[in-house]
T-cell receptor
Framework: DAKTTQPNSMESNEEEPVHLPCNHS???????IHWYRQLPSQGPEYVIH???SNVNNRMASLAIAEDRKSSTLILHRATLRDAAVYYCILRAFYNQGGKLIFGQGTELSVKP | DTEVTQTPKHLVMGMTNKKSLKCEQHMGHRAMYWYKQKAKKPPELMFV???????INESVPSRFSPECPNSSLLNLHLHALQPEDSALYLC?????????????????FGAGSRLTVL
């Protein structure tokens, strides 16, 4: 499985934008980039995913580098509820039997 | 219904007990997953079922026995566990894993069952 690298932790101020980086230099051409987050005492929840183009949804935006070796999850206005561990995950186009493998993730704290 | 429901929320068991964790979804998903998560660590994949058949077993010890009786239900049977098996057990589901773009399928997770083995 291709590997992702994320900072262990990041801090943000409430109501400011947050850019969470992810490096995936060994990504293959058909790997999807997924982001999940896990709030304290909850199961992980899906945030966003993309293949080549930038993506927006109601939760966040995903900016994918042109060479696809890195991506950035953008939270446009952080709230205290966004404090969570954010996981960047590569998932094979043909899905390799169903694996979604979590890396270490980035723990985001949001200050009021 | 867009939820994955896991029961029980908490379970305490002795090393000689037999117990089961249950997971249910009614989203029409045909893939279901078990993950194990220790404190301050990422979830680790244990098993994947696709169309009620076991498709992945990540070398999990046989004291954990999964079962998928139908497309909505996933069980994890526990027997002769060790204290180090104490963890949060997470269930997830997604659309089926056949098809060219199944790598885009999104997982919906339950809140987990917290297991303590004494």
């Amino acid at each position: 499985d291709a590997k992702t690298t994320q900072p262990n932790s990041m801090e943000s101020n409430e109501e400011e934008p947050v850019h969470l980086p992810c490096n995936h230099s060994t990504i293959s051409g058909t790997d999807y980039i997924h982001w999940y987050r896990q709030l304290p005492s909850q199961g992980p929840e899906y945030v966003i995913h993309g293949l080549t183009s930038n993506v927006n949804n109601r939760m966040a935006s995903l900016a994918i580098a042109e060479d696809r070796k890195s991506s950035t999850l953008i939270l446009h206005r952080a709230t205290l509820r966004d404090a969570a561990v954010y996981y960047c995950i590569l998932r094979a186009f043909y899905n390799q039997g169903g694996k979604l493998i979590f890396g270490q993730g980035t723990e985001l704290s949001v200050k009021p | 219904d867009t939820e994955v429901t896991q029961t029980p929320k908490h379970l305490v068991m002795g090393m000689t007990n037999k117990k089961s964790l249950k997971c249910e979804q009614h989203m029409g998903h045909r893939a279901m997953y078990w993950y194990k998560q220790k404190a301050k660590k990422p979830p680790e994949l244990m098993f994947v079922y696709s169309y009620e058949k076991l498709s992945i077993n990540e070398s999990v010890p046989s004291r954990f026995s999964p079962e998928c009786p139908n497309s909505s239900l996933l069980n994890l049977h526990l027997h002769a566990l060790q204290p180090e098996d104490s963890a949060l057990y997470l269930c997830a589901s997604s659309r089926g894993l056949a098809g060219l773009s199944s790598g885009a399928n999104v997982l919906t997770f339950g809140a987990g069952s917290r297991l303590t083995v004494l």
